[in-house]
């Protein structure tokens, strides 16, 4: 099975920046639909955005739409997450994950990484 570890996060002040990397191994990443989650103190987990395997379609929440971008480098197993003009509703342990479904369809999101903690100071 895939293990993804994730990396990046830390404390940065409202308006600062953060990218985010997660790290697969055990398979190759071009065979899975991508998607990167957060879960804030109190809240349940939500999705943020996605990519889709083959044809390489993205996916964002409104609340995060031309803020915070995804990407994905399937040579060296790596997906990131690119986030600018972080606010404090931001702060959330972010994870990603891999479905091996060709949508942005949260159940089929199956492997996860540990997480990484983001906290946007105001």
């Known amino acids: 099975e895939v293990q993804l570890v994730e990396s990046g996060g830390g404390l940065v002040q409202a308006g600062g920046s953060l990218r985010l990397s997660c790290v697969a191994s055990g398979a190759t990443f071009d065979d899975f639909t991508i998607g990167w989650f957060r879960q804030a103190p109190g809240k349940e987990r939500e999705a943020v955005s996605c990519?889709?395997?083959?044809?390489?379609?993205?996916y964002d929440v409104e609340s995060v739409a031309g803020r915070l971008t995804i990407s994905r480098d399937n040579a060296k197993n790596t997906v990131h997450l690119q986030m600018n003009r972080l606010r404090p509703e931001d702060t959330a342990v972010y994870y990603c994950?891999?479905?091996?479904?060709?949508?942005?369809?949260?159940?089929?999101?199956?492997?996860w990484g540990q997480g990484t903690q983001v906290t946007v100071s105001s």
């Open positions: 994950a891999t479905s091996g479904g060709s949508s942005c369809h949260e159940p089929d999101f199956d492997s």
């Open positions: 990519i889709t395997k083959g044809d390489g379609i993205k």
